[in-house]
């Protein structure tokens, strides 16, 4: 195992405070490191993200919506060319989201 994952897997452990005692050694001097630096500040954004709040509400119709264009959507192979005979590229609508 190369030894930036095995110090990430460490610092991991760490911040779960699922660490060995036996590594917690190995695990202070991975975070002395530029990597490990970026790894704990990682595994904390993570954490953190996974701990907020869930995201609010869809705006209402918005699956059903979403559904539609994806069901309208043209087959792999079966999409319209690049440009038309005029040479302009086609147009496409971003929304899906609706009003909100």
């Known amino acids: 195992m190369d030894t930036?994952?095995?110090?990430r897997e460490?610092?991991?452990?760490?911040?779960?405070?699922?660490l060995p005692d036996a590594d917690?050694?190995?695990a202070l001097a991975a975070l002395d490191t530029p990597d490990g630096?970026?790894?704990?500040?990682r595994?904390?954004?993570?954490?953190?993200?996974?701990?907020a709040a869930p995201a609010p509400?869809?705006?209402?119709?918005?699956?059903?919506?979403?559904?539609?264009r994806l069901a309208?959507?043209?087959?792999?192979?079966?999409?319209?060319?690049a440009a038309d005979a005029a040479g302009a590229a086609p147009q496409f609508d971003q929304t899906v989201a609706g009003p909100t």
Do not use: Y
């Open 24 to 26: 917690q050694e190995l």
């Open 43 to 51: 595994f904390h954004q993570i954490g953190d993200v996974l701990r």
């Open 72 to 81: 309208a959507e043209p087959l792999p192979g079966k999409r319209p060319a």
């Open 4 to 7: 930036n994952k095995k110090n």
């Open 57 to 68: 509400d869809l705006s209402p119709g918005f699956a059903e919506r979403l559904a539609a």
């Open 37 to 41: 630096e970026q790894a704990w500040a």
């Open 10 to 18: 460490l610092i991991s452990a760490l911040c779960d405070g699922e």
